[in-house]
């Protein structure tokens, strides 16, 4: 078990202690919440194979795989248990993110492995899952999916379609149901990615699919290239997760650097928060 002050005791340094004032008066005010990260046992493997998230051809064994559990906030402000399957050297950073997701109340429909879904992607979208690993091939292609590997994340499709051939006669909304409330993308709605990408790119996870133009994945979001990722997934454990550490703190000593912020102006409490630096430093540092 840990905290959610020993979670985010990471997302402290680098950085200017500032930024993390909020979330860090309410962990102390919070009471402990439920976290864990666990390796994918052999028999959970065995289930995995039978569910169909999981093969022998798979790019990442199951021993490199983690199980992370974590309370969240669902939509009607109630706290759930969830667990999404990493692959193991984010494993700590993804416990953080989720971690920051409570603080924030940011809210979850359900969080649950592949596993509960027999490995279909479009029925954990059509139940508006978070989930993270799943032994599968890119939605439209033939090359193994970065969820395949671990080291990438879906948050609340409902509320963040997949939408290929947007704005053509062809257009596909997945899941379907999301056409009808989730194309519109301001004002943003809690759940909805836009108010989650810097929290996301702050744990190691600096590509999301709402920048692609072709196609627009709001809901996913990935830590680097396939090379790195392989590269990752090839180092022994304590030396992937060490590169990922140092990955993370690349970014972070460069997007929150300690300038102080600018005041806002007279009535413009609500303006659009300044992204600028926090992409630049995304694009910049990602692998």
């Given at each position: 078990m840990t905290t959610l002050t020993a979670r985010l005791r990471g997302l402290a340094s680098p950085g200017p202690?500032?930024?993390?004032?909020?979330?860090?008066?309410?962990?102390?005010?919070?009471?402990?919440?439920?976290?864990?990260?666990?390796?994918v046992s052999a028999a959970q493997c065995t289930e995995m194979k039978a569910r169909n998230v999981?093969?022998?051809?798979?790019?990442?064994?199951?021993?490199?795989?983690?199980?992370?559990?974590?309370?969240?906030?669902?939509?009607?402000?109630?706290?759930?248990?969830?667990?999404?399957v990493v692959l193991d050297a984010v494993a700590p950073q993804v416990e953080s993110l989720f971690g920051e997701l409570l603080l924030r109340s940011v809210p979850l429909a359900g969080a649950r492995p592949l596993k509960f879904f027999?490995?279909?992607?479009?029925?954990?979208?059509?139940?508006?899952?978070?989930?993270?690993?799943?032994?599968?091939?890119?939605?439209?292609?033939?090359?193994?999916?970065?969820?395949?590997?671990?080291?990438?994340?879906?948050?609340?499709?409902?509320?963040?379609?997949?939408?290929s051939q947007a704005g053509s006669p062809q257009q596909e909304v997945l899941p379907p149901q999301a056409a009808a409330q989730s194309l519109q993308r301001a004002p943003v709605k809690p759940g909805m990615a836009e108010d989650l990408v810097g929290v996301f790119y702050d744990h190691g996870f600096l590509i999301w699919g709402g920048n692609w133009k072709q196609p627009i994945d709001y809901q996913h979001f990935e830590i680097g290239s396939r090379d790195f990722i392989r590269k990752l997934a090839?180092?022994?454990?304590?030396?992937?997760?060490?590169?990922?550490e140092r990955y993370v703190a690349r970014y972070r000593a460069c997007a929150h650097k300690s300038?102080?912020?600018?005041?806002?102006?007279?009535?413009?409490?609500?303006?659009?928060?300044?992204?600028?630096?926090?992409?630049?430093?995304?694009?910049?540092?990602?692998?």
């Open positions: 202690t500032r930024l993390l004032a909020p979330l860090l008066a309410a962990v102390a005010l919070a009471p402990a919440a439920h976290a864990d990260i666990a390796p999981i093969t022998a051809a798979n790019p990442v064994p199951c021993s490199r795989l983690a199980t992370v559990s974590f309370d969240y906030t669902d939509f009607d402000g109630a706290t759930r248990n969830g667990s999404v027999d490995g279909d992607d479009q029925k954990s979208m059509a139940a508006n899952n978070t989930s993270a690993f799943n032994g599968r091939p890119m939605t439209g292609g033939g090359a193994w999916s970065k969820h395949a590997y671990g080291a990438a994340i879906d948050i609340n499709p409902l509320q963040n379609p997949y939408i090839a180092l022994p454990k304590p030396q992937a997760r060490a590169e990922f300038e102080p912020a600018a005041p806002a102006a007279d009535g413009d409490e609500d303006a659009p928060e300044d992204t600028s630096l926090r992409d630049s430093c995304a694009a910049r540092l990602r692998k």
